[in-house]
Nanobody, 128 residues
Framework: QVQLVESGGGLVQAGGSLRLSCAAS?????????MGWFRQAPGKEREFVAA????????TYADSVKGRFTISRDNAEGTVYLQMTSLKPEDTAVYSC????????????????????WGQGTQVTVSS
């Protein structure tokens, strides 16, 4: 059973930065699966934020975070990161990481249904 545990959320002022971490319980397979970050604000649907391939060579971002957020991974540590800078109040949400359900998928997916295991999420609140 895969377990994903996010950390690093918190309260930050607009313009500030946070780095989220997502630690996987099983490191042996993590390098074969793309990983994604999603977020859900109160009263809104879950939305895609960023994804990274198993090797880390490919990344993709939602337009709303492009140029401000950076996704990365350390397969040796079994951890995926989301560096968030120039944060805005509209970035306030619960951020969750997830694993792509298909190993070695050659493309990065933005739809949540392509991901099978999810973390519990970490709250990010950006004050104006």
């Amino acid at each position: 059973q895969v377990q994903l545990v996010e950390s690093g959320g918190g309260l930050v002022q607009a313009g500030g930065s946070l780095r989220l971490s997502c630690a996987a319980s099983e490191r042996t397979f993590s390098s074969r699966h793309s990983m994604g970050w999603f977020r859900q604000a109160p009263g809104k649907e879950r939305e895609f934020v960023a994804a990274i391939s198993g090797s880390g060579s490919m990344t993709t971002y939602a337009d709303s975070v492009k140029g401000r957020f950076t996704i990365s991974r350390d397969n040796a540590e079994g951890t995926v990161y989301l560096q968030m800078t120039s944060l805005k109040p509209e970035d306030t949400a619960v951020y969750s990481c997830a694993r792509d359900d298909l190993p070695d998928r050659p493309v990065l997916k933005q739809r949540a249904s392509a991901y099978d295991f999810w973390g519990q999420g970490t709250q990010v609140t950006v004050s104006s």
